[in-house]
């Protein structure tokens, strides 16, 4: 059974930080691009970093480059999301993402989501 699950969301100041992670199960981590995806209400879900799985390089949404930072632990099938210097238009529901394309097959798998709230 795939299950990719989120922790780490909560309420924080802005200025503050949050460090979210994404355990994954039930599929081999290792070959998938990682992504982190958020909502906020009345809004589309949109990009807002993600990893590859061979080389590791990164791609950050321009909203929050230089503050938030992505990484992945492939022996612990975990995907992490730093944030730093987190403003109120951070607030959002975040999702771990899971994609991989092989052999003409697509996988895609979607974790349930965790709120970030960040309001004085």
């Not at 309420?11 to 982190?36: D, E, I, N």
């Amino acid at each position: 059974q795939v299950q990719l699950v989120e922790s780490g969301g909560g309420k924080v100041q802005p200025g503050g930080s949050l460090r979210l992670s994404c355990a994954a199960s039930g599929f081999t981590f290792s070959p998938y691009v990682m992504s982190w995806y958020r909502q906020a209400p009345g809004k589309e879900r949109e990009l807002v970093a993600r990893i590859t799985s061979a080389s590791g390089s990164t791609r950050y949404a321009d909203s929050v480059k230089g503050r938030f930072t992505i990484s992945r632990d492939n022996a612990k099938k975990t995907v992490y999301l730093q944030m730093n210097s987190l403003k109120p238009e951070d607030t959002a529901v975040y999702y771990c993402n899971a994609f991989n394309y092989a052999g003409g097959y697509e996988s895609n798998y979607w974790g349930q989501g965790t709120q970030v709230t960040v309001s004085s």
